[in-house]
């Protein structure tokens, strides 16, 4: 079993930064893909950026060259850095993970995460 817990999130003007982590029980968390999604009010849950175990990352067009998703295995935590935010970037975020091996096209979808944080709110006025 995984736990995962995030850090706080806030309240941050437009165009400002703001830097989320996740940290993860277990023994194998260099092993486990990382995903960060984010659900707004009466929205569906969606992908933001996703870590493999290699280091390789993949983004939602939405966030590409705004956000950066990093691992530290030696600390068991995921980053979420977060710059030249909108308030279209509001939401609560969560992060995810799985020890399977997955394509980025699988990676992209939350049902293919085994386990979740909690989830932060991030709001962004404007």
């Known amino acids: 079993q995984v736990q995962l817990v995030e850090s706080r999130g806030g309240l941050v003007q437009a165009g400002g930064s703001l830097r989320l982590s996740c940290a993860a029980s277990?023994?194998?968390?260099?092993?486990?893909?990382m995903g960060w999604f984010r659900q707004a009010p009466g929205k569906e849950r969606e992908f933001v950026a996703t870590?493999?175990?290699?280091?390789?990352?993949y983004y939602a067009d939405s966030v590409k060259g705004r956000f950066t998703i990093s691992r530290d295995n030696a600390k068991n935590t995921v980053y979420l850095q977060m710059n030249s935010l909108k308030p279209e970037d509001t939401a609560v975020y969560y992060c995810?993970?799985?020890?399977?091996?997955?394509?980025?096209?699988?990676?992209?979808?939350?049902?293919?995460?085994?386990?979740w944080g909690q989830g932060t709110q991030v709001t962004v006025s404007s």
């Open positions: 277990g023994r194998t968390f260099s092993s486990y893909a």
């Open positions: 870590i493999r175990w290699s280091g390789g990352t």
């Open positions: 995810a993970a799985t020890a399977r091996q997955f394509s980025f096209a699988d990676l992209v979808a939350p049902g293919t995460y085994d386990y």
